[in-house]
């Protein structure tokens, strides 16, 4: 049995057709199955799930009313593997934390467990989320579902791979600057960045603090909004998440959108992007027409200066959030980390230093007011922007590991969100020629997760590329 | 080395020193190797990133977060699910002693 959406999984519980010890152990044997070659998990907790899958089954027998107090009953998922999960294994990809074991459960990890979902395991990702292709991660590179022989996208590789070959439902990750958005568009998935400080990031492994968002990968934008509505709220451990209300988010998911106003960037169908890519995106903008959406033509003019300005910003911020890595108190010393690491470590502490603070990060600083002013000036006029999530498909393995500059600038359609902390949703929307899957982008103004989820689900109602299966994942 | 280097649009290869005192600052060893390959590879990106310096930013007030929240504070008091028991804050140390974390010396013994 392949575990379906969210929704079919809980009717099942409902309607006693399946038990949660059952699809914990469809979604466990699955993994076994299928990750001797895709290599998504870093840490499997079986018999932790199979434990706990056995407790919600004692829960469920005595009241069936618990499938309505946790929305996530019953439901297995995986974690990123920079999520603090209480005595497993947390290594962020990394071999400095090979070993560690974090002593506390990251929030989102408390709330998912409170909720009643069940965690199967830890995925595998680039090394503190340094990557767009999976390929940084210290102990593997994970694969495509789609093209064993290409690269997942990064860095939340494994939440991504797990998800489209059907492993898992839905599975945590974390948007930098496209780290949600691009493997789930690489993959044929549905990737939710929400807005920077939606969902708190206490016990997240913090890469750049003023840039990181917790979100998830799923195979619907309704169970996307599913997850949302659990993970979601204030945190008093997170300072930056607002006290700002949580929406219902499935209430409206089926209002129309006709009237609604899409903007399309014009720099977004630019910007290198494939002419391939170009057309299946705008297939998808005919289709939002077709229900009764406009589309305006606007411009963002400093898109082009946005992958600049992260790649000062994040690197300076993680040049200090990776200070801490002492080998001391935890971890191995500094000299486990990888190549990548080392050069954005590198990157951000010359870049902070005396005599260049100026000249890099305060103008970033500046250029960054001038992003956010570009968005706010367009949701002036428009709802929702469109374009594509990446420039192309999947690429191979190895095919651009010896050059960083060429791999930074595939984020470019996607850092611009992260710079200004708005939400942005990234749904499966066609192939490739070559068999791969390209996603389309909603992005909104801050706090607008519901508007994007009724664009999203409105178009997938009307398309079936979401329901697509990798061949390597069909039931044999 | 400080300030007397101007940021123009073209960008020289860094020095190995600069990469070298970088490192320092860091606290990253790297091997030869390493250092001419970082050499290179920085040099690039601060070329690419350097590209900024073409912006007109005068009189643009800089943005260091994005939340427009401001002085965001607490009861100075921990809560019960955040406190660590001494046991659990030493588990993951390579070394410890009597319920210390074990540093290498510091100072040197005369």
Known sequence: MIPASIGEIQRGYREKKWSVTQVTKACLSRVEKLDGRIKAFLTVVSDRALERAEELDRELAKDQKVLDQKPLFGIPYAAKDLFSTKGIRTTTGSKVLENYLPAYDATVIGRLDESGAVLIGKTNQDAWA??????????????????????????????????????????????????IRCPASFCGVT???????????????????????????????????????????????????????????????????????????????????????????????????????????????????????????????VSSNLA?????????????????????????????????????????????????????????????????????????????????????LEDVLTVPVNLAGLPALAVPCGFEEKGLPVGLQIIGPQFSEDLLFRVGHAYQKVTDWHLKLPPMATNS | ?????????????????????????????????????????????LAYVGQLQAVDTSGVAETSQVTGLENVSR????????RLSQKEALMNAPQTQDGYFKVKAVLRVK
């Open chain 1, 130 to 179: 340094h990557g767009t292709s999976g390929e940084n991660s210290d102990f593997f590179p994970t694969h495509n579902p789609w093209d064993l022989n290409c690269v997942p996208g990064g860095s939340s590789s494994g939440s991504a791979a797990a998800v489209a070959s059907r492993m898992v439902p839905f599975a945590l990750g974390t948007d930098t600057g496209g780290s």
């Open chain 1, 191 to 317: 990737g939710l960045k929400p807005t920077y400080g939606r969902v708190s990031r206490y016990g997240v492994i913090a890469m750049a603090s003023s840039l990181d968002s917790v979100g998830h990968i799923s195979l619907s934008v309704e169970d996307a909004a599913r997850v949302l509505t659990v993970t979601a709220g204030r945190d008093p451990h997170d300072a930056t998440t607002p006290e700002r209300e949580v929406p219902s988010y499935l209430k409206g998911l089926d209002n129309p959108i006709g009237g609604l106003k899409v903007g399309v960037p014009k720099e977004y169908l630019s910007q290198g992007v494939l002419p391939e890519v170009r057309l299946i995106v705008e297939k998808a903008l005919a289709k939002l027409e077709e229900l009764g959406a406009k589309a305006v033509e606007v411009s963002l003019p400093h898109t082009s200066e946005a992958l600049a300005v992260y790649y000062i910003v994040q690197p300076a911020e």
């Open chain 1, 324 to 408: 801490r890595y002492d080998g001391i108190r935890f971890g191995n010393g500094r000299e486990r980390f990888g190549k990548e690491a080392k050069r954005r470590i590198m990157l951000g502490t010359y870049i902070l230093s005396a005599g260049y603070y100026e000249a890099y990060y305060r103008k970033a600083m500046q250029v960054r007011t001038l992003i956010c002013q570009d968005f706010q000036e367009v949701f002036g006029g428009v709802d929702v922007l469109i374009g594509p999530v990446m420039p192309h498909g999947a690429f191979r393995l190895e095919e651009k590991v010896e050059d960083p500059l060429s791999l930074y």
């Open chain 2, 1 to 45: 080395m400080a300030g007397r280097r101007v940021v123009a649009g073209k960008r020289q290869l860094l020095t190995k020193d600069e990469v070298l005192h970088v490192a320092r600052l860091a606290r990253l060893e790297l091997s030869e190797g390493e250092i001419s390959l970082f050499q290179k590879q920085l040099s690039e990106i």
């Open chain 2, 75 to 82: 009861q100075d008091a921990t809560s019960e699910s955040q």
